[in-house]
Every structure is written in structure tokens, then in C-alpha cells.
T-cell receptor, first 114, second 116 residues
Framework: AQSVTQLGSHVSVSEGALVLLRCNYS??????LFWYVQYPNQGLQLLLK??????LVKGINGFEAEFKKSETSFHLTKPSAHMSDAAEYFC????????????FGTGTRLQVTL | EAGVAQSPRYKIIEKRQSVAFWCNPI?????LYWYQQILGQGPKLLIQ????????DSQLPKDRFSAERLKGVDSTLKIQPAKLEDSAVYLC??????????????FGPGTRLTVL
């Protein structure tokens, strides 16, 4: 069975500071990994995905994540936070293959302060 | 390209009433998913369709929840009778089985259900 653990349900950073959101996964087969962002009263939007190609994945809005198999991690980073980054972020895992279901973490709410 | 459409956006009902949600996936997407997102939690898969066939409904409470995807396009999710613990956002997503967006799920805005 696959699972995802997101450390820290709330993270607060100052505008311009580094953003680091942590995600560890468990999967019995090579995983596909995803980060989604959810703004209030909206659906989920894909930030980036890892599908067994390059281990450093770049996404939208300046975010990137690095797949580290030895640490079973897929942490999300952004060098400089912007007020518009305030949202809920979800890490998700699926088994490599055709249209497999996603298993989501519990989410991390990012707060950006002035 | 139009995204995943869902309606209604909000619904308030009393317990033991019934409710239905509608989803229209992205054109050409064969796979459709319904997720339940309880406040403070990540989305949980309820049911997955491939065209008009069910692939996975292992987490669907079948005594009260039902879903169908006639003709392999639109889908409806029904709850009858509703319980207080069904209060959540119900998200619909769709995905393609090939191309550049392979294995990527696209989500609709969700339907927020409040059961009183």
C-alpha cells in the first residue's frame, strides 16, 4: 500500500524567505509523486510531478521538488516566498502505471507574512 | 480547453435527506475520479471510473453512496440518506491515458456539502 506523510500541518514564512514543505512517501513499487496547491474554495491545481525522469523537478510559480529515493522524500521548495503563495499544499503518490489512484497527504497550510 | 466542471458548488441539506452531485470531465478524458475531502484532511478517493466501468470503489460507502457514469462522459455521485459526517467537499477529477499529461489528474472546483 502507498502512503504519504507531510510533516507540519502549518508553516509560516516571511515574504522573501525560503519555503520548504516536507513530504515523505511509502510505496511498494516505483512511485509517481505530485504536489498540488489548493487556494480557498477552489479545486486542486498541479504544481509539479515526478514520473521517474529527472530527480529535480521544476514546476509552476517558481516551485521545485527533489526526489530522493534513499530518503523516500519529495520535499517542495521555493527560494523566495510571495504573499500569493499562501495556500494549502498537498503531496500525493500513485503507483507508476496507467491512471492510478492518488493517495494524498493531510496537507500543509502555508502562511506568508510581511 | 475547458476544465472539469462540477455543480452545484454549494449544497446544504438536513440529515437523512438525499443529494446528488454532477461532474463533466475534460473532453476526451477516459478516467474519472470522485474524492471526498473532509475539512483539515487530504482528498480521499471514493470511486474511479475508466470510461463507464468502475475500476476502484473500495472506499465508497455503498450502503448510502452511489455513482454512475453513463455513456462514459458525465458522472453523478449520490448520497442517500446523508449523515452529519458526510459534510465535506466532493471533488471530481479526470485524467487521460496518454500524451504529455499522462497520469496527471485535473480537478474541478468541488461541491461543498453541509449536512445539518
Amino acid at each position: 500500500a502507498q502512503s504519504v506523510t507531510q510533516l507540519g500541518s502549518h508553516v509560516s514564512v516571511s515574504e522573501g524567505a525560503l519555503v520548504l514543505l516536507r513530504c515523505n512517501y511509502s510505496s511498494s513499487v516505483p512511485p509517481y509523486l505530485f504536489w498540488y496547491v489548493q487556494y480557498p474554495n477552489q479545486g486542486l491545481q498541479l504544481l509539479l510531478k515526478y514520473t521517474s525522469a529527472a530527480t529535480l523537478v521544476k514546476g509552476i510559480n517558481g516551485f521545485e521538488a527533489e526526489f530522493k529515493k534513499s530518503e523516500t522524500s519529495f520535499h517542495l521548495t521555493k527560494p523566495s516566498a510571495h504573499m500569493s503563495d499562501a495556500a494549502e499544499y498537498f503531496c500525493a503518490v500513485s503507483e507508476s502505471g496507467t491512471a492510478s489512484k492518488l493517495t494524498f497527504g493531510t496537507g500543509t497550510r502555508l502562511q506568508v507574512t510581511l | 480547453e475547458a476544465g472539469v466542471a462540477q455543480s452545484p458548488r454549494y449544497k446544504i441539506i438536513e440529515k437523512r435527506q438525499s443529494v446528488a452531485f454532477w461532474c463533466n470531465p475534460i473532453s476526451g478524458h477516459a478516467t474519472l475520479y470522485w474524492y471526498q475531502q473532509i475539512l483539515g484532511q487530504g482528498p480521499k478517493l471514493l470511486i474511479q471510473f475508466q470510461n463507464n466501468g468502475v475500476v476502484d470503489d473500495s472506499q465508497l460507502p455503498k450502503d448510502r453512496f452511489s455513482a454512475e457514469r453513463l455513456k462514459g462522459v458525465d458522472s453523478t455521485l449520490k448520497i442517500q440518506p446523508a449523515k452529519l459526517e458526510d459534510s465535506a467537499v466532493y471533488l471530481c477529477a479526470s485524467s487521460n491515458t496518454g500524451g504529455a499529461s499522462y497520469n496527471e489528474q485535473f480537478f474541478g472546483p468541488g461541491t461543498r456539502l453541509t449536512v445539518l
